[in-house]
């Protein structure tokens, strides 16, 4: 059986005010392709199919284009098998409105009261089970699963953690491939669950899940778990995640397999810290495809996602450094990061001007060599508070204030006076309003 596990769609995001509906639009016709040349059987979508609870009209309208087109792929005559889950981004409600109306071959699989009851898919001799976990918020779920657990008769009372979440998830899953087992010994299991499991990397774009200060699921949890693939979603970054194969009478649950794990990451880059060295399209987005047999799993292949995506860059340096990458980076979405000595007029326009997509601009400034004084004024002994902002012009720029800044600085000491003057008890001292030229306010921002 040929499975692609992919996650993260997060279908309506948008990326520093640019919305990447187009891109999405792209990987995920070329998704559709992918499962018609491939011959993909079985789609594994792990959570976070939207980006918000409530996703926009244009969202909505693309997700229901693309899987109007999904439901009706057949792959050797027989129909496509999607199994989707909600992740923390989604609406687990709103994601599996209508899931019973469904066709037979499209499982939502976005309730609580489901995780122990796999999709069970057949193809000749081959039988797979796919576990389908909807994201397990500790405070949200906590109490239901627990119910459920006690229904069971399982002795585990579920701490407010992730780890305790997914145990108690596997508690009741495992007890389920076991019976399984004992009807087809040679039966395939897999978990779709959206989850930060340790030993992973994370990036700047994912969402934090952390709960009473932790955030992970210890790798160790799914040794001997009996399943043979953990398709995870949650990461935005495509890898590999090692599950230790400790002894089984150290592991949690003492069954016959322990799984390989992945995160297939997201479909497209929505962070600059997913950029990839030397910038490339579509910035190394993959799925991930391989085959289910009664053997278990093998073949994986990662594959590149055609988004069109532009390419992301990370640009540090001083202002004559940023201007000489230009060339090269001018088609690029681009973070800069520009290391001043004192901020320069026009900065952000001559940045724009250089790189039209700056999605993303920082200014450092350095401290001259040398320059170490204290930034801490001792307010007794000063005289106004000119002097106080002509020595904050000190510190931070290493010289005095020039006649233009000095009269920035004082026009604006006048109308705070004037603003504050009813609290400060009287009339403003100095009452009287200095106006600012243009090329003063120029220099004021």
């Known amino acids: 059986m040929r499975v692609l596990h992919t996650s993260d769609w997060h279908i309506g995001r948008r990326f520093k005010g640019v919305s990447l509906l187009e891109y999405q639009r792209n990987a995920l016709a070329w998704l559709i392709e992918l499962i018609q040349r491939e011959h993909v059987e079985v789609l594994c979508v792990a959570g ?19 899987f109007a087109q999904l439901g009706h792929v057949k792959v050797d005559g027989k129909p496509l098998e999607i199994i989707m889950t909600p992740g923390n981004h989604d609406s687990a409600v709103r994601l599996g409105a209508g899931a019973a109306l469904m066709q037979p071959n499209i499982h939502m699989r976005c309730e609580i ?11 000749g001799n081959e039988r797979l089970a796919v576990y389908a976990l909807p994201y397990l918020d500790p405070d949200a779920a906590r109490s239901q699963l627990q119910g459920m657990l006690d229904e069971h008769d399982i002795d585990y009372h579920i701490p407010r953690s992730h780890e305790g979440m997914m145990r108690a998830a596997l508690e009741l899953i495992t007890r389920d491939i076991a019976q ?6 040679q039966l395939t299991a897999l978990l779709m669950a959206h989850a930060f499991v340790s030993g992973a990397q994370s990036c700047d774009s994912e969402r934090a899940i952390t709960v009473g200060g932790l955030d992970s699921v210890p790798a160790e949890l799914f040794s001997h778990s009996g399943l043979d693939y953990l398709a995870l979603g949650h990461l935005h970054r495509p890898q590999r995640v090692s599950i230790p194969e400790l002894p089984v009478e150290q592991s949690t649950f003492a069954l016959d397999r322990t799984p390989q794990a992945r995160y297939s990451g997201s479909l497209l880059a929505y962070s600059f810290s997913e950029s990839l060295d030397p910038p490339q399209v ?3 987005k993959s799925v991930v495809l391989f085959e289910a047999t009664d053997a278990g799993v093998s073949g994986f292949d990662t594959v590149t996602v055609d988004s069109k995506e532009p390419p992301f860059a990370q640009l540090e340096g001083t202002l004559e450094e940023i201007q000489g990458n230009a060339a090269e980076h001018r088609n690029d979405w681009v973070s800069v990061n520009v290391h001043v000595s004192e901020f320069p007029q026009g900065l952000y326009q001559k940045i724009d001007s250089w790189y039209p997509h700056a999605l993303e601009k920082n200014v450092i400034y350095d401290r001259t060599p040398g320059n170490e004084r204290s930034t801490t004024i001792d307010l007794r002994n000063v005289t106004s508070e000119a002097e106080v902002l002509n020595r904050f012009v000190l510190d931070r720029l290493n010289r005095e204030p020039d006649k233009a800044e000095q009269r920035v600085l004082q026009s604006t000491i006048e109308r705070v006076r004037k603003q504050y003057a009813e609290y400060a008890g009287g009339n403003a001292v100095g009452a009287h309003d200095e106006t600012m030229t243009d090329s003063d306010e120029g220099v004021l921002r």
Not at 180 to 185: A, G, Y
């Open 282 to 284: 579509g910035n190394g």
């Open 180 to 185: 399984q087992r004992t009807r087809c010994p």
């Open 48 to 66: 976070d199919v939207y980006d918000l609870s409530m996703p926009s009209s244009d969202a909505v309208r693309l997700f229901n284009e693309m």
């Open 113 to 123: 009261d489901g995780i122990a009851e796999p999709v069970l898919i057949e193809r």
